[in-house]
């Protein structure tokens, strides 16, 4: 949060204050977090500007709170493979810009790809890089991984993707285990050249809501694997 807030100009949160208020939060509402198996309590701190002005400037005073959901499957498919559709038509974030940050512009940048992308029947969109448009950013809903071979990729952190706390965790837990693990650049081109070679053996997407979703089908150009 503190990062996203320190790229949008927004004063820093104490870490102590945070961590309370999810805390006192939860205990009061403990009774809404859900048991069943594939729930959980869903937990968003949120920042918002509140001074009353019109104008463009960093605002003055701003207002700290969080929301808690009980939610089940973020996606309708639930944990059954998702299909996915590759755009090069839009960008959604570039080198320097606010890719990196969470916030509302992001999402925002991405609502006319997502929808069409739903007209068409896919669940969500994968985001290319906003230069060359080739290389693998995320998906608008998580981050997003895949193993050629004995190899699992994932987009490095640049700056044009959320560095999501379930990418990290599970970066954390697939070299605990022992596997090869790249934080590189990887095209579209690659992907689709290893699965013509039987060597794409994993796609998944990770994301607070989304947690791990396997991807079932990538769709590009007109053409679907």
């Not at 810009?97 to 969500?124: I, M, P």
């Not at 230069?131 to 998906?139: A, I, N, Q, S, T």
């Not at 071979?149 to 990418?167: F, K, Q, W, Y």
């Not at 290893?194 to 994993?202: C, F, Q, V, W, Y």
């Amino acid at each position: 949060m503190n990062n996203s807030a320190r790229r949008l100009c927004i004063p820093p949160i104490d870490p102590d204050l945070a961590l309370q208020s999810l805390i006192r939060l939860v205990d009061v509402d403990r009774d809404w977090v859900p048991s069943t198996v594939g729930t959980s309590l869903y937990i968003r701190p949120t920042v918002i500007a509140s001074e009353p002005f019109l104008g463009i400037r960093p605002a003055k005073s701003y207002i700290y709170f969080v929301i808690l959901s009980p939610v089940g499957a973020y996606y309708p498919e639930g944990m059954a493979p998702v299909k996915i559709l590759v755009v090069d038509k839009y960008v959604r974030a570039v080198d320097g810009g606010v890719g990196g940050a969470k916030t509302s512009g992001n999402y925002a940048a991405s609502l006319f790809a997502s929808d069409e992308a739903k007209h068409e029947g896919f669940t969500q969109v994968l985001w290319l890089d906003g230069v060359h448009r080739k290389y693998l950013d995320e998906v608008g809903t998580m981050n997003i991984m895949v193993k050629i071979g004995n190899e699992i990729i994932t987009p490095p952190l640049t700056g044009t993707i959320l560095p999501g706390v379930t990418r990290d965790s599970a970066l954390t837990l697939l070299r605990a285990w022992g596997l090869k693990v790249s934080e590189r650049q990887v095209s579209i081109d690659e992907v689709v050249e290893a699965h013509g070679r039987g060597k794409l053996e994993e796609v998944w997407g990770t994301g607070t809501a989304a947690v791990i979703s396997p991807v079932g089908e990538l769709a590009y150009q007109a053409r679907r694997w």
